[in-house]
């Protein structure tokens, strides 16, 4: 299961947002490292081409994919040197797939920030600039063990050396390490090292109904958020978590009519999690039938017996061919004997490139 952590600045709503995604109850304080501990939630990803297939179907059981937040408490400035406890939450980090950081994005004089005062940019500066240095001692500490190595011609510890001198390059301008360009042979060759800035980071701004949002002052502050998050290469959302979490308790159905009331305009816990997938380059394909349907995860890219693998993996090793079919064709043909009349039911190999949406069924050996 994908797993991403939850961080930023102490007091920018970390927990406020686990609680809205997980309907938890990590605690949450107007101070620093109320949370010492990460918590941990499962989150089923919304997805109504499931719930659909599921009618379609007349599904017994409904499967929806999932991702695993973890909330990690605050990082504050000079953490990779072991304040605030930031040797401990970095090592939280490390062991996820992804990064989600938190960035305020509201004035309220009630409501203390770190640093004195609201300002993204400065905020995720910080937040990097720890988990850039966090990477340089590991990339420091890991080319001082192969040295010997690399004198004896190894050619594997030189080629390793070689990958990690593009990322130390990189770190030393103050750049993350995912902008090192590396080749796919030499994220494989330094993957054991989890580097903390190798991995993708969704930038969440963190706003407040009825509260002075950035976005509405238009002082500059959120223009200039934006366009950093874009120099970085990465991606943003807005999101409410305050609002999100005093929803928790709403029915479905009246969620859209107090989001409008609160001035909240989209649902922004379905789009974090559309960002944290398009962020990790994920897609969907289903399986549908009467005992259930159900929506697994692959990456972007992942040809037919790589799907197959989700399911298990002798699909993968076994794999003859898949039949498949789009999600809304499907719908429209009003079941798989009629699709396959219709000719819309497509019978593919081993290089098949799965498509998000795609309905498969497995033929194996």
């Known amino acids: 299961m994908l797993k991403i952590g939850i961080v930023g600045l102490p007091n920018v709503g970390k927990s406020t947002l686990f609680n809205a995604l997980t309907r938890a109850n990590a605690l949450v304080a107007n101070y620093p490292f109320a949370t010492i501990d ?18 379609l179907s007349k599904s017994e059981k409904t499967i929806p994919a999932a991702v695993e937040f973890v909330d990690i408490a605050g990082l504050v400035k000079g953490a990779s040197l072991g304040e605030g406890l930031g040797n401990q939450f970095l090592s939280h980090i490390r062991e996820t797939d992804a990064i989600l950081q938190l960035v305020r994005f509201f004035d309220d004089p009630d409501i203390t920030h770190v640093h004195g005062e609201v300002d993204p940019v400065n905020d995720i500066e ?27 011609n190894n050619k594997e510890a030189i080629a390793e050396d070689a990958a990690l001198a593009k990322v130390e390059s990189a770190l030393s301008t103050g750049k993350l390490a995912i902008t090192a360009d590396l080749t796919e042979e030499q994220m494989k060759l330094i993957k054991s090292l989890n580097l903390l800035t190798l991995k993708p980071i969704l930038y969440a701004f963190n706003g407040k109904s009825g509260g002075h949002n950035l976005n509405e ?14 120099a970085l290469g990465g991606s943003f959302v807005i999101i409410d978590a305050r609002t999100e979490h005093e929803l928790n308790d709403v029915s479905e159905d009246d969620k859209d009519m107090f989001r409008s009331e609160l001035g909240v305009q989209d649902d922004g816990i379905k789009d974090l999690i559309r960002g944290a997938y398009e962020t990790l380059g994920l897609i969907t394909f289903f399986t549908t039938g009467p005992k259930e ?42 079941s798989w004997s009629a699709a396959r009349d219709k000719g819309d039911i497509r ?13 498969m069924v497995f033929l194996h050996s």
């Open 38 to 55: 990460p918590s941990v939630g499962v989150v089923a990803v919304p997805d109504e081409r499931l719930t659909q297939l599921t009618e």
């Open 126 to 152: 910080v937040i990097n600039l720890e988990l850039i240095l966090a990477d340089q001692d590991g990339v420091k500490k890991r080319r001082e063990k192969l040295v010997r190595d690399v004198g004896m």
């Open 293 to 334: 349907s159900r929506a697994w995860t692959i990456q972007r890219g992942d040809l037919a017996p790589d799907a197959g693998a989700a399911i298990h993996q002798d699909f993968k090793e076994k794999f003859i061919r898949a039949e498949v079919v789009q999600w809304d064709k499907l719908l429209t043909d009003g």
């Open 217 to 230: 002052i238009n002082d500059g502050r959120a223009e200039k958020a934006f366009e950093y998050v874009r």
């Open 347 to 359: 019978t593919e190999g081993k290089t098949y490139l799965v498509a998000d949406g795609d309905v």
